[in-house]
């Protein structure tokens, strides 16, 4: 049973910072490809960023620029750096790993952006 585990939501005030992780049950080489996504109350699941094994990224246009995804293999983590944080931003993210042609999800994390 393949697991990913999502740390390092909470609240931060407009304009802070928070970073994601995202620990796999297995070795992290071994997706092909990963990605964070969110899902505010009443929308649908979004992708916020991707990353392929080659290091290849693609980030959603709402967080280009502000946001930062990136992998540690030795640490078997991956990252999602969140700066200049909006109130939009708020949402449950969603760490996602592709192996195998089956795509496996963590249980969400909640972020809240609010003053």
């Known amino acids: 049973q393949v697991q990913l585990v999502e740390s390092g939501g909470g609240l931060v005030q407009p304009g802070g910072s928070l970073t994601l992780s995202c620990a796999p049950s297995?070795?992290?080489?071994?997706?092909?490809?990963m990605g964070w996504y969110r899902q505010a109350p009443g929308n649908q699941r979004e992708l916020v960023a991707g990353?392929?094994?080659?290091?290849?990224?693609n980030y959603a246009d709402s967080v280009k620029g502000r946001f930062t995804i990136s992998r540690d293999n030795e640490k078997n983590t991956m990252y999602l750096q969140m700066n200049s944080l909006k109130p939009e931003d708020t949402a449950v993210y969603y760490c996602q790993g592709r192996r195998g042609g089956f795509d496996y999800w963590g249980q969400g994390t909640q972020v809240t952006v609010s003053s």
């Open positions: 297995g070795s992290i080489s071994s997706f092909w490809l």
């Open positions: 990353l392929g094994s080659s290091g290849k990224t």
